[in-house]
């Protein structure tokens, strides 16, 4: 016993002695990040600073490295908000995601860019799109697709119609919570906001706890948090930031249908992204209308042992042709088998766009 305060202020004195060696670590770091920066300006005063596959290379050596206590995906979120932090002193990152504040996409944004960038909320999925085209932002956030109720097509259809490229990706786990404010009483609710998808996550959990409970949808769950605090007889269904944001109380946590329920997002810039190492390209083809289509689109594809990781089918807005597919695959255009391949498919359909060639999550 009484060589326990002994061992606990040695550890304390560790402790700060590591603190010190950390600081002065990650400002010799952002001192380095700094003449990085001037560098770059010198060499191209329209420099692009944000590089994803660097970062993405970064994060992977540093998982590769981390031998514990913290897991590898704890050290490597770290490390990002130690990179977003050097990044904000050569060029502060804005991004455009599709809000309000509070939403899911600003979660990923900020999971992906970390907490020195600066996110701005836009009120539409196209919104996004016309502010990275117009360079009013450095990037763009939007959802894709969710595990549970498929791909949001509304950002499908954007890229038919943008010049825009893909340059990364984030998957985030959605984890829905039944929030309420500080005026609602609890025993009474009658009235559940949230948007459409998200009731869809958890329509058997309501089904089960509130089945006489109105359920108003509304155009993001930021929203619903928000009307929550004017009503006393109101619940919203929302995650983390959200019940930050506005304060609000969780009854009960986690009630999603789906414990692997995630959404995964895609990072929308005006440049091509290099090869990382770990790598996935999309591409949007139109095919024209005749039997075996499908077959002579994918068989380059099995063909060269290229792994596919998701194929959409969207009707043609033109109407000039009946399939359009939105195609992911595991690799990058400038890996000669995938270049091979790419050709291939062009010579085949009635038209290929490639969206991008970018890193693939590493978060």
């Known amino acids: 016993m009484s060589d326990t305060p002994q061992s606990l202020d040695a550890l304390r004195e560790r402790i700060d002695a590591v603190d010190s060696d950390i600081l002065r670590l990650i400002s010799e770091r952002a001192t380095c990040a700094k003449r990085v920066a001037e560098i770059k300006t010198q060499e191209d005063p329209d420099t692009v600073f944000y590089r994803p596959e660097r970062e993405a290379q970064v994060l992977r050596r540093i998982m590769a490295l981390n031998e514990g206590p913290l897991d590898a995906e704890e050290m490597a979120r770290l490390f990002r908000e130690i ?85 990364g990706e984030a998957v985030l786990r959605i984890h829905h919570h039944l929030l309420v404010s500080s005026n609602t009483r609890k025993d009474k609710v009658s009235r559940i906001y949230s948007h459409p998808q998200s009731f869809a996550q958890c329509r058997k959990w309501l089904d089960a706890h509130y089945p006489h409970a109105e359920r108003v949808a509304v155009a993001s769950n930021a929203e619903a948090a928000k009307l929550v605090k004017t009503e006393w007889h109101s619940a919203a269904i929302a995650g983390d930031m959200a019940a930050k944001l ?70 043609s807005r033109s109407g000039v042709w009946n399939y359009v597919f939105f195609i992911d695959f595991k690799g990058h255009r400038d890996e000669p088998r995938v270049a091979a391949v790419l050709e291939e498919v062009r010579l085949r359909a009635a038209d290929l766009k490639v969206l991008g060639s970018y890193p693939m999550g590493v978060l």
């Not at 502060?92 to 600066?118: I, M, N, R």
């Not at 414990?259 to 929308?268: K, Y």
């Open 83 to 167: 990179m977003s932090a050097c990044l904000a002193l050569e060029q502060p990152v804005k991004v455009a995601y599709l809000g309000p504040e509070g939403t899911f996409t600003q979660q990923a944004a900020l999971k992906h860019f970390g907490h020195s960038a600066v996110s701005l909320p836009m009120a539409a999925i196209d919104e996004v799109f016309r502010e990275v085209e117009a360079g009013a932002v450095h990037y763009g956030v939007v959802p894709v697709e969710n595990s549970t109720e498929g791909v949001v097509n509304h950002t499908l259809d954007s890229f038919m119609d943008s010049s825009m490229r893909i340059c």
């Open 246 to 315: 506005y304060d609000l109380e969780r009854i009960a946590e986690k009630i999603e249908d789906s414990p692997d329920n995630s959404t995964r997002f895609l990072i929308i810039g005006n440049h091509d992204v290099p090869m990382s190492g770990e790598d996935k390209t999309s591409v949007v083809v139109a095919m024209r209308n005749q039997p075996g289509a499908l077959h002579e689109l994918l068989e380059p594809f099995h063909r060269h042992a290229i792994d596919l990781t998701r194929l959409e089918t969207r009707p």
